[in-house]
């Protein structure tokens, strides 16, 4: 299946599996196409799922088309079936001027080119700006690492970062080197098990921002305290800037 033969529905099925930390190669498997169509996919909206289209408060909706055909087939001038509407006189002109004229206007026809040709597919930021696309893996590949080396449950990645990424703030330390912030229900947890803030390191190689954290050992190592949070912990995510991040 090509990228641009995809229908919504494939789309949307990718887009979960996606965020959910699947390979290419396993969306592919799912929803019957090859992985480099998936890629393609991937890379053209920069890693993030588009979201959910929806109608402007100032288009045209399905009834105003239906309206439009009923005041045709009637005969009534383009003037009158504005006022009904509450709209220009000049949108409705350009309305059945786009889709037939007054003899070969139809309202589901129309509203289905209106929704097609208002799709305008626009690169986003994330996938026209490699440095700040670097930028926001680094960062969500940090998240997970210090999630995990506070023994956070082991949920899906890329909801454990939804869910608590606000939480974990990458700040800079005075020496210049990566720091961690935690607030909100993590550093409450924490605080909680008498953990230190967990230390950060953060690198870049073979296309992919790679982040280790670790916990500061208070003292000499008795053997007590959650094993979860007693070594260093990884995370890394693809320079695509995606939402998730992997292994």
């Known amino acids: 299946m090509q990228p ?31 992985p480099t169509a998936v890629t393609y996919v991937v890379r053209q909206r920069g890693g993030i799922a588009p979201r959910p289209r929806r109608r402007g408060p100032r288009t045209l909706t399905r009834r105003d088309r239906e309206e439009i055909s009923r005041g045709l087939a009637r005969g ?5 079936i504005a006022a009904q509407l509450k709209r220009p006189t000049s949108t409705v002109s350009r309305e059945v ?23 305008r597919p626009k690169p986003c930021r994330l996938a026209t700006r490699p440095r700040l ?4 893996a680094a960062r969500l590949a940090a998240k997970q690492a210090v999630l995990t080396a ?19 703030e990458v700040i800079r330390a005075l020496c210049g ?4 912030r935690l607030c909100g229900a993590v550093e409450q947890a924490r605080i909680a098990r008498a953990l230190e ?51």
Request: charged share 25%.
């Open 4 to 34: 641009w033969r995809m229908s919504g529905k494939a789309r949307r099925e990718l887009w979960r599996r996606y965020r959910r930390g699947e390979t290419h190669r396993t969306i592919g498997q799912a929803i019957g196409c090859h």
């Open 76 to 80: 009534r001038s383009l003037a009158g």
């Open 97 to 119: 001027g786009r889709h037939g004229g007054r003899r070969a206007y139809r309202a589901e026809l129309a509203d289905r080119r209106a929704w097609r040709r208002a799709a």
């Open 133 to 136: 696309r670097a930028l926001v």
């Open 150 to 168: 506070l023994g956070w449950p082991t949920d899906p990645r890329a909801e454990l970062v939804e869910a608590h990424g606000l939480d974990v």
């Open 177 to 180: 080197r990566p720091g961690v």
């Open 197 to 247: 803030v967990p230390g950060l390191s953060l690198s870049h190689a073979a296309g992919f921002a790679a982040a280790l954290s670790w916990l500061p050992r208070k003292g000499p190592s008795t053997g007590s305290g959650p094993s979860t949070g007693s070594g260093p912990s990884t995370g890394s995510g693809p320079l695509t800037g995606s939402g998730h991040v992997r292994p």
